[in-house]
């Protein structure tokens, strides 16, 4: 077995790879291969479909329960604020430089360092899947969602994505509404009692004020915000219609079928969901992911950023080196020592978690 300083000396050779091989979203196929050769190179067979890639632990029995561990290879595009090349892995006062270096690569990496240490035991209690994901910045339909078909049933998964380290033990979900108020179309000069954009202040106003009843412990309230608004094309013609655009972070004490049904219930607007399967994610503080990392000194939280936990059903833990402000910033970086630490609390908190059960 690789020691855990070879293993990291690896990993870091490899995020600086994928740093200096584009991967936008459904653009991953170069990264792709790269993570297919660090798979041969340690002799694991692997599995792919379009740019994702997934194998199993050596001794897998389908008695056993199964973790995932996952993280993604895809990136936003570089923001006009770069100074840096943002295709070049780049050194300086122990930060790597380079797009994707934090968001996730150097969770990737150091989840394909975890999964290389464990591969080969012969004991462990639960199999180990590793799922490096496409798609996941564009919530493309040929991402980590696209691979679950294919795997076995998930009792519970580490999502790898900036967290400092800390356990992020709930994610908000993401729906977004377009809301159709419709009126009656006239010339400005009439008199006119069906203007849409008039209609469409109660409706605005609603989702202003509207409280849902259920607080989470750890995600605090839905929150719901309008965030676009479109109406008529000439200054002297009411429209017939008024169009909004709503954003809602649902917490983990609802559905994003419930919230959906809440709205339609108290609009009279036509209400059409974009999306329906990223749904909020949790899991419960007595786990023994979650308390193996509280047991090494980590803090839990709730996070208001959404990730591949949103198309996962399982119970499932955000965890990751890195930072998430640093996220989609120019000149992203992640510091040499987050990767290093990272793989060790990783394999420690498994280690711990393993050995509880």
């Not at 729906?175 to 109660?202: E, R």
């Not at 498994?350 to 509880?356: A, E, G, R, S, Y």
Request: glycine fraction near 6%; include cysteine.
């Amino acid at each position: 077995m690789k020691s855990i300083e070879t293993l990291t000396q690896e990993a870091i050779l490899l995020l600086k790879n994928l740093i200096e091989t584009p991967s936008f979203s459904s653009e991953e196929d170069q990264t792709a291969l790269l993570i297919e050769n660090w798979f041969t190179s340690n002799n694991i067979p692997f599995k792919r479909e379009n740019n994702n890639i997934w194998a199993f632990n050596k001794h897998f029995d389908k008695s056993k329960p199964t973790l995932l561990l996952n993280s993604h290879h895809d990136t936003v595009k570089p923001n006009q604020g770069y100074t840096k090349d943002p295709f070049k892995a780049i050194v300086e006062d122990g930060k790597l430089f380079g797009l994707g270096s934090n968001d996730a690569g150097g969770c990737l990496v150091s989840l394909l360092a975890t999964f290389v240490h464990f591969y080969s035991n012969e004991n462990l209690p639960y199999n180990v899947v590793m799922v490096a994901s496409a798609e996941e910045e564009s919530s493309g339909k040929n991402g980590l969602n696209s691979v679950l078909k294919h795997l076995p049933e998930l009792d519970c998964a580490i999502i790898g994505e900036p967290t400092l380290m800390q356990l992020a033990i709930a994610e908000k979900g993401l729906l977004v509404l377009d809301v159709i108020v419709k009126g009656t179309a006239s010339h400005a000069a009439h008199n006119n009692l069906d203007n849409p954009i008039y209609n469409a202040m109660p409706v605005i106003e609603w989702f202003k004020t509207f409280q849902f009843d259920k607080i989470s412990e750890v995600l605090g309230p839905v929150k719901m915000t309008v965030t676009q608004i479109n109406a008529g094309k000439q200054h002297n013609v009411v429209p017939a219609e008024c169009h909004l655009v709503v954003d809602i972070r649902v917490n983990d004490c609802y559905s994003n079928q419930e919230v959906l049904d809440t709205v339609r219930k108290h609009l009279t607007a036509e209400v059409t969901p974009r999306s329906m399967h990223l749904n909020a994610s949790s899991i419960p503080i007595t786990h023994g992911l979650v308390q193996a990392g509280i047991a090494l000194g980590r803090s839990t939280y709730g996070s208001p950023t959404l990730s591949d936990q949103s198309v996962i059903s399982c119970q499932s833990l955000k965890l990751g080196p890195g930072d998430s402000l640093r996220s989609h910033s120019a000149d992203e970086f992640i510091f040499i020592h987050e990767i290093e630490e990272g793989i060790q609390l990783y394999i420690k908190i498994l280690t711990d978690f393993f050995k509880n059960i």
